[in-house]
């Protein structure tokens, strides 16, 4: 176990590091990161798009989890786990490509939103950020809701029914007694939405274009385009810091408890 771990986790994260940081430009190589326009310019965008999509994701994600705990209803809870195990089992070009449908100019959406008289003529909403938050919170959603799931499962439904009786309404019994006990959980799984989000990489292509460049093309485009493989290095090692520091917020503020509840349910 310990050879396997030191093969596929620890040297490719110490490689990555050496490459990053090797020859003349040394550890200024990780400063053009930030300092070059380009690579800057998807650096925001990719952050700033996977926050929306945490935040989104995360909402969704509780409303469908707590629901599936909370409710009675055995159709509605089966036809909740069929919309998120759907797109669960769906491959990535095939999720993508649905949602481009859904997307152009003459698709679905802008038809909607025609009919409803919001529009006149037809929107670019393909090739936009809002097209890459769309596809990448429908592609994690299951994600985020197995954890909910796992976290909301362990919330005795008698402390609702306890606290409604001594006079509490519903919304208050929500957040005095359900919020303090799976916040930890819901920033874990915040944190994981959001780390898992900033290394896409179809969906931004597919449905970002140049408009909307994500780190994980420009890395891609490094490589393959430019053959930068040292500056390649840097931009994917400024995405793993990024993603330590997201997970180690959540651990302070969700607990070390709360962490290992989510990961080992």
Known sequence: MIAIILCFVCYP??????????????????????????SRRALITTVICSLIVACITILLATIIAWTLHATPRRWLRTLLW????????????????????????NGPFNAALQALGFIDEPVQLLYTPFAVVYGISYSLLPYAVFTLYSVF????????????VLGASRWRSLAGVVLPQVRGGIAV???????LSIGFYVAPLVLGGLQTPFMAVQ???????MYDYPGASASAFVLLLIAVVALAAALLAGGKSAFEGVMTR
């Not at 759907?86 to 649905?98: E, L, Q, R, S």
């Not at 499962?153 to 409604?164: E, F, K």
């Open 219 to 225: 890395i891609n485009q490094q490589i393959f385009a």
């Open 153 to 164: 499962s362990t919330v005795d439904l008698n402390l609702l029914s306890s606290s409604s």
């Open 189 to 195: 799984s915040f944190a994981l939405v959001f780390v």
């Open 82 to 105: 069929v919309t998120v195990l759907v797109p669960f089992a769906m491959g990535t070009i095939i999720k993508n490509y649905a949602i481009l449908l859904l997307l152009v100019a």
């Open 13 to 38: 994260l110490v490689r990555l590091f050496i490459d990053a940081v090797s020859g003349d430009a040394g550890w200024s190589r990780l400063s053009l990161v930030f300092s070059d326009p380009i």
